[in-house]
């Protein structure tokens, strides 16, 4: 069984920083592309950055674009996602994900599996 478990959330004001890390138990990380998703009250879910299987390709949707990157460390079995000049609509609860099959998708049935969720605070 693949678990995936994100920590670095917190409280953060306006103009800040933050690093998500989400680290995977599998055997071979290498296998999957990762993505962090967000999801807010009453939205729904929203890819934010994917990552290819070696880490040479990203992909970020225009809406996060210049202010969040997504890395990974295969050697550490570990996926990042730096956010800079946070605003409080980036407030959230933000998730990692693996997927085996596709790499760029923003479609939430395309990932194998999930992590529990970290909360992000963004204040005025």
């Known amino acids: 069984q693949v678990q995936l478990v994100e920590s670095g959330g917190g409280l953060v004001q306006a103009g800040g920083s933050l690093r998500l890390s989400c680290v995977v138990s599998?055997?071979?990380?290498?296998?999957?592309?990762m993505a962090w998703f967000r999801q807010a009250p009453g939205k729904e879910r929203e890819m934010l950055a994917a990552?290819?299987?070696?880490?040479?390709?990203?992909y970020y949707p225009d809406s996060v674009k210049g202010r969040f990157t997504i890395s990974r460390d295969n050697a550490k079995n570990t996926v990042y996602l730096q956010m800079n000049t946070l605003e409080p609509g980036d407030t959230a609860v933000y998730y990692c994900a693996a997927t085996a099959v596709v790499t760029f998708s923003p479609a939430v049935e395309k990932y194998d599996y999930w992590g529990q969720g970290t909360q992000v605070t963004v204040s005025d």
């Open positions: 990552i290819s299987r070696s880490g040479a390709s990203t």
């Open positions: 599998a055997r071979t990380f290498s296998v999957y592309a």
